[in-house]
């Protein structure tokens, strides 16, 4: 069964760093890019980067440009997304999704909550 | 890279048929047939109901359909059902670097 397993959920104080994980199983790691994709409580899905584990090609939309780093581990078939320093506004879900053309399979979400 | 636009919300009565729409440019929805839909229920993870414009994956009722002219993509659900409420997200290849744009989103309402 092709499938993303995310880590789970996480309380974290403002100017902490995180790191939560997407593992995938069932299919070749290295063949499909991995997105990350943001929803702020109540909003709409934002992307907001894509990594290709084959060769490391990492993207980030504008909006997200130096705001976390996105990496993959190839030999254990994970997906990273990161930050540095949290901010209350970075609470939201984030799910991570397998694409080439098109998103086709979800991971199950992982919370972050930023609360002093 | 904007996103793409859809109504707010849409509403039926059960039985009837809806449509969303989803409108890009030629960047995106008008330049490529990599437009997908997906249905997300409160507290859970989005849902694939059609790629490539039009065809649905095994396993989603054939109630929903897909079809798209010029830079606007639609999704319509025949017959609607209660079990249909939920957000709905149109998402479309583009040009840009990072490949994927999302619609801002339809909540749909039986009524």
């Known amino acids: 069964e092709v499938q993303l397993v995310q880590s789970g959920a996480e309380v974290k104080k403002p100017g902490e760093s995180l790191k939560i994980s997407c593992k995938a199983s069932g299919y070749s790691f290295t063949s499909y890019w991995i997105g990350w994709v943001r929803q702020m409580p109540g909003k709409g899905l934002e992307w907001m980067g894509i990594?290709?584990?084959?060769?490391?090609?990492?993207r980030y939309s504008p909006s997200f440009q130096g705001q976390v780093t996105i990496s993959a581990d190839k030999s254990i078939n994970t997906a990273y997304l990161q930050w540095s320093s949290l901010k209350a506004s970075d609470t939201a879900m984030f799910y991570c999704?397998?694409?080439?053309?098109?998103?086709?399979?979800w991971g199950q979400g992982t919370m972050v909550t930023v609360s002093s | 890279q904007s996103a793409l636009t859809q109504p707010a919300s849409v509403s039926g009565s059960p039985g009837q048929s809806i449509t969303i729409s989803c409108t890009g440019t030629?960047?995106?929805?008008?330049?490529?047939?990599?437009v997908s839909w997906y249905q997300q229920h409160p507290g859970k993870a989005p849902k694939l109901m059609i790629y490539d414009v039009s065809n649905r994956p095994s396993g989603v009722s054939n109630r929903f359909s897909g079809s798209k002219s010029g830079n606007t993509a639609s999704l319509t659900i025949s017959g609607l059902q209660a079990e249909d409420e939920a957000d709905y997200y149109c998402s479309s290849y583009t040009s840009s670097s990072t490949l994927h744009v999302f619609g801002t989103g339809t909540k749909v309402t039986v009524l």
């Open positions: 999704a397998r694409t080439n053309y098109q998103i086709d399979i």
């Open positions: 990594i290709y584990p084959g060769d490391s090609d990492t």
């Open positions: 030629s960047s995106d929805v008008g330049g490529y047939n990599y």
